[in-house]
């Protein structure tokens, strides 16, 4: 009996040669490689209004916008609870104090009426993170733009490819990042990219990409690099190589077959695993998503025994994400009131998502769920 993983890339022939051509290029650094896949994600994402960074990862895209959000020392930035640790970790990065929100129970993202009641006078910044397959409420977040001045660092590190409306995710938020890590539906093996709204702070995510150097981002995307240059301001190694961004141009081509595989293996689990007694599936509408996880709740009393029954058939789970407040660092953040979140993460189990999954692997996951519950 095969083993089904959580997740499995779909990696073949043509990412093996776009890394090796970008291999015998002679240049594996940051370079044309890199310009190609920003242009390429700008495109997808539909943002000509917007401008696009590669770096090395979803993190250093989230810890870059928060800099350019001009998040630091004495500053709050609000974040849920129920996020990934990478949100959470660039915030102290920048020297700020997360300041922890509750979730919407319906879909496990930000609860906007929550963190409007966080605001206070030292919140320079909001990150919605985008989870599994749904979206943050986007409209309420730009209200709450607007009557605070706070930024927003929008988390879509789940939403690459996906739309809200008839607004792909990338487009239109203050500032957005992607995550194209080795799970992703979308992978570089690890890259992450930062949109943002102005050529300055294009120019200074630039800078801070390479250690805060004035090294011309044209020269470099020429697969070269000047000897001579100055820094003003601190920074990190956060470029991208040419390899890892080649790897990303030739998943984007296939980004139509692993959106709307994923789409389908959602919809396989929710037409077999709705209605089920003691299964919760997730309400979306996932035909303009292109999901990066699929979860289902259960009885906090037997989640355990639900994942040992998918295991001994051969079937990963996961759990996103363990709550942020009941880990050490984060225990004695400024919070409110996190119910919904305490209940989720006591419920949620991820169950394996697959692009060009075959509809008889989504099958076989949902008999060993469903034969849990009988
Ligand atoms: C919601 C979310 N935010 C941020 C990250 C961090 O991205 P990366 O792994 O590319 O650093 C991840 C990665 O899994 C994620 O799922």
């Known amino acids: 009996m095969d083993r089904i993983p959580i997740y499995k890339p779909l990696i073949g022939e043509e990412e093996v040669e776009a890394a090796s051509a970008a291999l015998s290029h002679g240049w594996l650094g940051m370079g044309s490689c890199v310009e190609e896949f920003e242009l390429a994600v700008q495109k997808v994402v539909d943002a000509e209004s917007r401008r696009v960074l590669a770096v090395s990862t979803g993190y250093a895209a989230l810890h870059l916008g928060l800099v350019l959000a001009g998040a630091g020392p004495g500053d709050e930035v609000i974040v849920p609870s129920f996020a990934h640790l990478a949100d959470l970790q660039a915030i102290l990065a920048v020297g700020a104090a997360p300041v922890l929100c509750d979730i919407d129970d319906a879909t496990l993202c930000i609860d906007v009426d929550q963190a409007a009641e966080l605001v206070g006078p030292h919140t320079r910044a909001i990150i919605p993170v985008d989870y599994g397959c749904h979206l943050c409420d986007h409209r309420a977040l730009a209200g709450l733009v607007e009557s605070t001045g706070v930024r927003i660092v929008h988390d879509?590190?789940?939403?690459?490819?996906?739309a809200e409306d008839d607004a792909m995710i990338g487009s239109f938020s203050d500032i957005c990042m992607f995550s194209f890590d080795p799970?992703?539906?979308?992978?570089?093996?690890?890259?992450?990219?930062?949109?943002?709204?102005t050529d300055a702070e294009l120019a200074q995510a630039r800078e801070m990409r390479v250690l805060g150097s004035t090294q011309p981002a044209e020269v470099m995307y020429q697969n070269a690099r000047q000897w001579s240059y100055d820094a003003t301001a601190p920074g990190y190694r956060y470029h991208l190589s040419n390899v890892h961004a080649a790897i990303g141009l030739a998943q984007l081509a296939k980004l139509d077959e692993i959106r709307s595989s994923r789409q389908a293996?959602?919809?396989?689990y929710?037409?077999?695993?709705?209605?089920?007694?003691?299964?919760?599936?997730?309400?979306?509408?996932?035909?303009?998503l292109n999901p990066f996880l699929y979860y289902v709740r259960v009885d906090a009393g037997c989640r355990d025994a639900f994942r040992d029954h998918l295991a001994v058939r051969g079937i990963d789970t996961g759990i996103h994400w363990t709550p942020a407040h009941t880990m050490t660092l984060f225990q004695l953040c400024r919070r409110g009131p996190l119910g919904v979140t305490e209940?989720?993460?006591a419920e949620v189990v991820s169950l394996p998502l697959h692009s060009a999954m075959p509809e008889a692997v989504v099958d076989r996951v949902c008999d060993a769920a469903v034969?849990?519950?009988a």
């Open 183 to 197: 799970v992703k539906a979308v992978s570089c093996i690890d890259a992450g990219a930062l949109l943002v709204r």
């Open 343 to 345: 209940r989720a993460a």
């Open 156 to 162: 879509a590190a789940h939403s690459f490819g996906a």
């Open 371 to 373: 034969s849990f519950f």
């Open 270 to 288: 929710c037409q077999r695993l709705a209605g089920v007694e003691g299964i919760t599936v997730p309400v979306a509408d996932v035909s303009r």
């Open 265 to 268: 293996a959602c919809e396989r």
